[in-house]
């Protein structure tokens, strides 16, 4: 029962760190959160995950998850002071988009990678190869918006932002419906030692 508690607290941890990512919840234009606790919700989450199945794939992610708070701690603390460090047409908006895009899809890809280990670890094998099929179609799509948004951001297009932004958003509520699904199948279909 301990490993159920510890998966179920892991995903929705998991869960509402996307979330709140995801939707960037305001109070008369400020953040409830910061971003880097909304990454570490996810970190936190992700813990959980490791101390049930301790593999490589969760502990990579465990420290990927260290590395996101940290940085996102820093850049925020730097956009205290420097208001418009994120103006559309900057270098450094480019990089900061970029890079945090692409440690965000190479964290949630070791969630997914770990979530199909523990499941080929409970004996689901059926389930993982959804999973592997789904967490292959997911980066793939992620790969194509990272390149568009690359380019939109170089070239300065206020309606690839914009869309872009709403694909973005898709595929984050898609990771969030993994996420979910993933939670529902350790709740519901694993037999526990």
Known sequence: MEQKHSLLKGYKLIFWGIVF??????????????????WLIVYSGIKALNEVHPSKTLKNGVNF???????????????????????IGTLFTLIWSTGIMTMELILK??????????LEMFHKGDIAE?????????MIFNIVVMVAQTIV?????????????????????????LIRDLKNIFNNNIVYE
């Open 21 to 38: 990512t995801s939707f960037n919840f305001n109070l008369f234009g400020i953040p409830i959160l910061p971003q880097f606790i909304e």
């Open 65 to 87: 998850g260290v590395w996101i708070v940290l940085l996102t701690l820093v850049v925020g603390f730097i956009s205290l002071f420097q208001s418009d460090i994120f103006q």
């Open 109 to 118: 890809y070791y969630i997914l990678a770990g979530s199909i280990e523990l």
């Open 130 to 138: 959804e999973y592997i099929r789904s967490t292959r179609n997911y």
């Open 153 to 177: 951001l170089t070239i300065v297009s206020e309606i690839g932002i914009v869309a872009l932004g709403i694909v973005s958003l898709i595929m984050n509520i898609w990771f969030i419906l």
